[in-house]
């Protein structure tokens, strides 16, 4: 059965935008909001249902555990009960890889391992996925919950642009002392799976996949494809790691660019294996590379900043 009307959950940030425009040109796509549930009722003229709603991480402190409990699962669960009662086959969920894991790994990430969300925002991805897990789907109907790693891309106001002004305004590079590999996912990666799982939903079965880019990165390296693309020379401040720690510990109280949860995401290793979702799909190696993507994304910052 070819599934074609698409209705997005969730477009007001840089990836639901991003996914809006690659759909637009094979689907019939709607997008909606969830901040009025009426908006539910949209779910029953539509084959596929795609679940972006979200509070993502709060580097501000401002958000309360009920804040993130509320957008990350009792929302999905309204939006499963309508997906349910309604004739939609599948049921695209975007999870996160802090739900499994936020305080980094060496070893490869996989989808069978035990979860260890610490933060509110971790943990309540952690409860969508169990409550979706332990659900029973009907026969014909199927969930699939993602947990991509860091999307980057056109529009992306996280931790890469805090790198990219960095080092933009020549400004010393103060981490080169930390040496990591990280996965990351590249915008039009996000996008080719989406679509691939739009295209092979009769072959894919429900559960849950990590979707990240095929190779890592190691910060060095994204520092080397910024200072290439934007024609700085990189002054690397090596500074000690206790020094830089400490200073991350001072942003965990006063705002400053730097605090302990940007320095884990951009020192840290956390290594996730995408094997899964290739294999379902059939997929020997996704279109674009890490190292690309990559470039794409700061052409993009510096396009912005024109």
């Not at 993502?56 to 349910?84: C, P, Q, W």
């Not at 969508?128 to 659900?135: F, G, S």
């Not at 401040?237 to 510990?249: D, E, Q, R, T, Y």
Request: aromatic share 8%; net charge neutral.
């Amino acid at each position: 059965m070819e599934l074609n009307k698409i209705l997005v959950f969730g477009t007001s940030g840089f990836i639901g935008q991003n996914l809006l425009s690659s759909l637009n040109d094979k689907y019939d796509v709607g997008s909606s909001s969830l901040r009025d549930l009426a908006n539910l009722e949209k779910v029953y003229q539509n084959d596929i249902v795609i679940n972006l709603v979200g509070k993502a991480h709060d580097h501000k402190g401002e958000a309360t555990e009920r804040d993130f409990d509320y957008a990350n699962y009792e929302l999905v669960k309204e939006l499963y009960t309508s997906f349910i009662k309604s004739d939609a086959m599948l049921f695209i969920h975007i999870s996160s890889i802090a739900a499994l894991e936020e305080n980094g790994s060496n070893n490869a990430l996989t989808e069978d391992m035990d979860c260890n969300p610490i933060s509110w925002y971790g943990q309540s991805k952690h409860k969508a996925e169990e409550y979706l897990l332990n659900q029973d789907i009907p026969y014909g109907k199927k969930v699939i919950i993602l947990r991509p790693t860091m999307v980057h891309g056109p529009g992306d106001k996280g931790n890469l642009t805090l790198l990219y002004k960095l080092i933009s305004k020549g400004l010393p590079y103060p981490l080169a002392n930390f040496d990591n590999q990280r996965s990351f996912l590249s915008i039009d990666n996000f996008n080719f799976i989406i679509k691939e799982i739009i295209d092979k939903s009769e072959q894919i079965d429900s559960g849950i996949y990590h979707i990240c880019d095929d190779e890592t990165l190691a910060t060095s390296s994204i520092i080397s494809v910024i200072s290439k693309v934007t024609e700085k020379k990189v002054i690397n401040f090596s500074l000690p790691k206790s020094i830089v720690k400490g200073i991350a510990k001072v942003g965990d109280i006063v705002p400053i660019p730097l605090n302990s949860k940007r320095l884990g995401k951009m020192t840290s290793n956390l290594v996730v294996s995408n094997n899964k979702i290739k294999k379902a799909l059939g997929i020997d190696k996704l279109p674009v590379s890490a190292e690309e993507g990559l470039e794409r994304t700061i052409r993009s910052f510096v396009a912005r900043k024109a």
